[in-house]
Nanobody
Framework: QVQLVESGGGLEQPGGSLRLSCTAS????????LAWFRQAPGKEREAVSC?????????YYADSVKGRFTISRDNEKNTVYLQMNNLKPEDTAVYYC????????????????????WGQGTQVTVSS
């Protein structure tokens, strides 16, 4: 059974930091791209970042988070992380991790259609 379980969300002040984690089970973790998406109230789900399963773990970011968020993966722990710094109120959303499995490509993409498995989401609220 495939499971993606996110954790690490919460309430943070503007300018603060949070680190989200997503642990996968039921899949061969090393071999597929992973991504983070988010959905704010009343808005469509949007891509945040993705990380490839290539040797260099090539990553991509949405323009809105470039320079503030960093995605990484630990294949030994079957976990993908999203380090979020300099948080802004507009980062408030439910954050979802997703896995592209079976992978069509080892290079990830910020395209929801690529991802077959999704976690249940973790709430991030940025407010003073």
């Amino acid at each position: 059974q495939v499971q993606l379980v996110e954790s690490g969300g919460g309430l943070e002040q503007p300018g603060g930091s949070l680190r989200l984690s997503c642990t996968a089970s039921g899949l061969p973790f090393n071999y597929y791209p992973l991504a983070w998406f988010r959905q704010a109230p009343g808005k469509e789900r949007e891509a945040v970042s993705c990380v490839s399963s290539t040797t260099d773990e090539k990553a991509y970011y949405a323009d809105s988070v470039k320079g503030r968020f960093t995605i990484s993966r630990d294949n030994e722990k079957n976990t993908v992380y999203l380090q979020m710094n300099n948080l802004k109120p507009e980062d408030t959303a439910v954050y979802y991790c997703a896995a592209d499995y079976p992978p069509g490509l080892t290079i990830c993409a910020l395209d929801q259609g690529r991802y077959d498995y999704w976690g249940q989401g973790t709430q991030v609220t940025v407010s003073s």
